[in-house]
């Protein structure tokens, strides 16, 4: 008897995707075998929307080791027989319902996807979104999130080194939460994920099995909140004691010659990890259920097998060698328990004892059906792009006012109250801590530093996602050439609504576009990624929010560089265009912030940007500049502000004249990319006019650093105390 409408929504597969089903089994499946088939070919495992768009990102380079798709995370080399493993995941819909444990467990997957290959998780950052903290939902929402990445992230003794914290009413109710995490191994010691060994052991570790978390990558990351019901049961609960635990006994294993294979359970549980493990090995598998260590009574095998419970691994054993490897886990006090084989035959066969639950061949399960959707531009998104921004009205109040509004916008302000909850200098390894356009890192034992930076603005690709999936891929990049590191890789964390819907499929796949043509142009693989969709309420989209995980490499840490200005008598130059119009006004804070609108079309020119990229590494790398800040969110003046405040010293500047009284908005407020502010010594001065010229990049000498007021000729004074009171205290005072 086919199977009732409400059974298939529980699952999250639609009537023609069970009856293809049906079709290729040549059978209805049983329950067990249903659920398994609803987990696997849910969009958070298969991917069934986004993939085929994702085969657009350029993932190969000299340096890339592991593409997307081949193991948990991508691998980077970085010189000297080491090499960096990154990913960035979502955990978008379990903190929606339980933000403490939902952004917790995120920070728990996203580490365990690093160490199951073999690498040393070295350092966390994130990527959060959520509504005003103005309404107490969304305040209970931040905190909680906050509360569970510094809880579970301090205590496993892994450096948070920084991120980003954005605020829009379109997130409220559906916070965006997208922790990344690096790892660091040698790069002869990767461990697959891949079975390929009929007659290896499946061992089991880590935590026993509970009924938490079902249904997490059918059901609640696969569709949207539409309905009031319960949904506290599938958000996961996490140990992170355990897990540190589980990272040095997997680490020291991974140093044997006894593995074929260890991969993590995440969603989807034993279902996903056994079946993509010898998916990917070309093999099959017997389980015996029976055999699962649980903490719950009466578990189903239903259960068992899509249960989502943290902290635990499958490690494939080779023949032999399963005595040594329990050896090593019970050295760390942890659970290890065999609970089938690799078999050859391409095969699962789940059994209750003697009894068999599930028989499917496994490439039915891992290959689910992929979509290509109708892509449609909404009407109202050309009327936002065309929207005049020239006849602004002057806003009520001077233009320094106008700066210290924004740098107290949560969006803008510092995130120091955030940030001072992570640990991150814990292993000692963080030169450039969180605050700066991009963390740096230094790798013990050698010169070598690595920066990783995490960006990515949604209002840029609401109004135009192809230029604004560029812009997230750009300032990435830019933020890393900052503290002075060379980008040489990318992960995506892909968030957006229903792909069902024409509108959102089209910001996906124009924001993908964007994002690939971005990467091209600046010679930037992606190497890893996730991508979360439906993230909707009550119909209600997100903003489409692709989130960029950047990664840069420094040969000497040294030389890396804060935003800062440094010392008085320093000259101020902005490398990139200083007169602007109105159009860079388009998706601005100011804009939204003084006058409540979010229109305009943002531009970005990828030659452009990769001149004044390459310009500011050679200045570095010459050490000619003091310092450096990307000039994006909130234009000009907030930048020259922000380094202003963190140097702890005023500027002496000038502007150009402004055609008309409104133009001096975009010149101070407008957001036009490819920008970054440095400072020199004055005897250098000549030699960054002359590289700036050679590089054919546009230079505007701002002024001098020196007393205690950042001053533009007579548009704009106010003092360096006034400013930092406003981005210091600004995101608590919200």
């Known amino acids: 008897m086919p199977v009732t409408k409400e059974v298939l929504d529980e699952i999250a597969l639609s009537r023609a995707e069970y009856e293809t089903i049906v079709e ?214 996490g140990n992170p004691f355990l897990e540190k635990c589980l990272i040095e006994a997997c680490l020291e294993i991974a140093a044997t010659d006894h593995i074929v294979a260890m991969q993590d359970l995440g969603a989807a549980g034993l279902t996903s990890s056994a079946m993509e493990m010898v998916a990917k090995g070309g093999c099959g598998l017997r389980i015996d259920l029976s055999n699962v260590p649980r903490r719950e009574q009466g578990m189903t095998p239903y259960e068992v097998m899509l249960s989502e419970s943290q902290e635990r691994m499958l490690v494939a054993v080779k023949p032999g060698r399963e005595q040594a490897v329990q050896a090593i886990f019970d050295k760390w006090d942890l659970q290890s328990t065999i609970i089938g084989e690799v078999t050859g035959d391409g095969t699962a066969r789940v059994f209750d004892g003697e009894i068999l639950v599930a028989e499917v061949p496994i490439g039915l399960l891992t290959e689910p059906p992929l979509y290509e959707m109708d892509s449609r531009k909404p009407p109202w998104l ?34 120091e109250s955030v940030f001072r909850q992570y640990d991150h200098q814990v292993i000692d390894n963080t030169v450039i801590p969180p605050g700066a356009d991009a963390a740096l890192l230094r790798i013990k034992g050698t010169d070598i530093g690595i920066a990783l930076a995490t960006d990515g603005n949604g209002r840029y690709c609401y109004l135009d996602p192809f230029e604004g999936g560029a812009i997230a891929v750009a300032e990435a990049a830019r933020n890393l050439v900052c503290v002075g590191a060379l980008p040489i890789a990318i992960t995506d964390g892909l968030n957006f609504g229903n792909p069902e819907r024409p509108d959102v499929y089209y910001q996906m796949e124009r924001c993908i576009t964007g994002m690939a043509a971005a990467c091209r142009a600046l010679d930037l693989p992606v190497v890893s990624g996730n991508v979360s969709l439906y993230n909707e309420t009550r119909g209600e989209a997100i903003y489409p929010t692709p989130i960029v995980g950047a990664l840069g490499l420094m040969e000497d840490v040294r030389r890396g560089l804060s935003p800062g200005f440094k010392d008085g008598g320093d000259v101020v130059f902005l490398l990139g265009d200083l007169d602007q119009d109105a159009a860079t006004l388009a998706g601005s804070e100011y804009l939204e912030l003084v006058h409540g609108r979010v229109e305009g079309r943002p531009r970005i020119d990828l030659e452009r940007e990769r001149r004044v990229q390459r310009l500011c590494l050679d200045a570095i790398t010459a050490g000619r500049l003091k310092s450096a800040h990307d000039c994006s969110d909130g234009g000009l003046a907030v930048t020259l502000g922000e380094s202003c405040v963190i140097g702890g010293i005023g500027l002496a500047g000038e502007l150009p004249e402004s055609g008309a009284e409104r133009e001096m908005d975009a010149v101070l407020f407008g957001e036009a990319q490819s920008r970054i ?12 006019a002359d590289a700036a010229k050679s590089a054919e990049v546009p230079l505007a000498r701002i002024g001098i650093v020196g007393g205690r007021d950042l001053a533009l000729g007579n548009d704009l004074r106010v003092t360096v105390e006034r400013m930092s009171e406003a981005w210091r205290g600004g995101l608590s005072a919200a």
């Not at 936002?384 to 740098?407: G, I, R, Y």
């Open 24 to 237: 290729r089994l040549g059978r209805e499946p049983n329950h067990v075998e249903l659920g398994m088939f609803g987990s696997l070919w849910s969009e958070h495992c298969g991917y069934k929307h986004s993939k085929p768009l994702l085969r657009r990102f350029p993932s190969s380079g000299p340096r890339v080791l592991v593409t997307p798709g081949e193991e948990n995370a991508g691998v980077v080399d970085i010189g000297g027989g080491l090499a960096v493993t990154m990913k960035i995941e979502s955990h978008n819909h379990p903190s929606a319902i339980e933000p403490y444990q939902g952004a917790a467990t995120g920070v728990g997957g996203i580490v365990r996807d690093i160490f199951t290959m073999g690498a040393r998780p070295i350092a966390l950052m994130n990527s959060l979104r959520f509504g005003p903290l103005t309404e107490p939902r969304n305040r209970h929402l931040f905190e909680g999130v906050v509360g569970g990445i510094s809880g579970y992230g301090n205590c496993l003794g892994i450096p948070n080194v920084g991120g980003e914290v954005v605020f829009a009413d379109c997130y409220s109710e559906n916070p965006l939460v997208n922790p990344m995490c690096v790892g660091l191994l040698h790069t002869d010691g990767l461990v697959s994920s891949a079975a390929a060994l009929p007659g290896a052991k499946l061992m089991l570790v880590g935590a026993d099995t509970g009924r938490d978390g079902i249904h997490g990558a059918s059901g609640l990351a696969s569709r949207t909140f539409e309905e009031e019901r319960e949904l506290r049961s599938a958000v996961q609960v």
């Open 382 to 415: 050309s009327r936002l792009q065309e929207a005049d921004l020239s006849t602004l009205p002057d806003p009520p109040m001077p233009w320094s006012d106008v700066l210290l509004k924004l740098l107290a916008s949560p969006n803008i302000a510092s995130k």
């Open 677 to 688: 502010v440095v400072s020199v010594a004055e005897g250098d001065a000549g030699w960054l």
